[in-house]
């Protein structure tokens, strides 16, 4: 018997159920549009606006798993994964780092130094814009739980928007998205 996209989103709200994600984001839209991804798929979320009120939330409430910016005012994501490590209480928590700047100037040394502080345990990491089922699958991952299957009809939109991409690509760049795809 084939399971609906309903009964598989029902099973896996089932096991994210009382499990809390913390998402500390500086622009609001963003924070929302993690928020709401997050409680679609069943999770408690807290947020924070930069990493001085995300440590006073990791204070009132320890969450299962951390989503975190890198560039934000007031304190940077690295900055408080930093204090986060030197707690001995908290510095389990996983983070999946969620960022616009991981490849630029911007954020590509912080994302370096949390990759070289982390490297005992996974650093997940995702570039902005997320794709939901991406970064709930991302998030469940950080929490050892199984992924949720990919939505059909999504994937057969992305399917049809790269063979559309595809016939106006020159030789290199299909070259290139070969090379990822493998």
């Given at each position: 018997?084939?399971?609906s996209r309903?009964?598989?989103?029902e099973?896996?709200?089932?096991?994210s159920?009382?499990?809390?994600v913390?998402?500390?984001?500086?622009?609001?839209?963003?924070?929302?549009?993690?928020?709401?991804?997050?409680?679609n798929?069943?999770?408690?979320?807290?947020?924070?606006?930069?990493?001085?009120?995300?440590?006073?939330?990791?204070k009132?409430?320890?969450?299962?798993?951390?989503?975190?910016?890198?560039?934000?005012?007031?304190?940077?994501g690295?900055?408080?994964?930093?204090?986060?490590?030197?707690?001995?209480?908290?510095?389990?928590?996983?983070?999946?780092?969620?960022t616009?700047?991981?490849?630029?100037?911007f954020?590509?040394?912080?994302?370096a130094?949390?990759?070289?502080?982390?490297?005992?345990?996974?650093?997940?990491?995702?570039e902005k814009?997320?794709?939901?089922s991406?970064?709930?699958?991302?998030?469940?991952?950080a929490?050892?739980?199984?992924?949720v299957?990919?939505d059909?009809e999504?994937?057969?939109?992305?399917?049809?928007?790269?063979?559309d991409?595809?016939?106006?690509?020159?030789?290199?760049?299909?070259?290139?998205?070969?090379?990822?795809?493998?």
């Amino acid at each position: 018997m084939k399971m609906s996209r309903k009964m598989r989103l029902e099973g896996a709200m089932d096991d994210s159920r009382g499990r809390t994600v913390l998402v500390v984001d500086d622009e609001p839209d963003i924070r929302f549009y993690l928020k709401t991804i997050l409680e679609n798929a069943g999770f408690d979320v807290m947020v924070a606006g930069n990493g001085k009120q995300a440590l006073d939330r990791v204070k009132d409430r320890k969450p299962d798993v951390i989503s975190l910016d890198l560039v934000m005012p007031r304190m940077s994501g690295l900055k408080f994964y930093q204090y986060l490590q030197k707690n001995p209480e908290k510095a389990d928590i996983p983070c999946v780092i969620v960022t616009a700047h991981g490849k630029d100037d911007f954020g590509s040394k912080d994302l370096a130094k949390l990759q070289a502080e982390g490297a005992d345990r996974p650093l997940y990491y995702l570039e902005k814009p997320v794709k939901p089922s991406v970064y709930v699958n991302t998030i469940r991952e950080a929490m050892g739980l199984s992924a949720v299957a990919d939505d059909p009809e999504e994937r057969e939109s992305l399917i049809m928007q790269l063979q559309d991409k595809m016939k106006n690509a020159d030789t290199e760049r299909l070259k290139q998205a070969l090379r990822v795809l493998v």
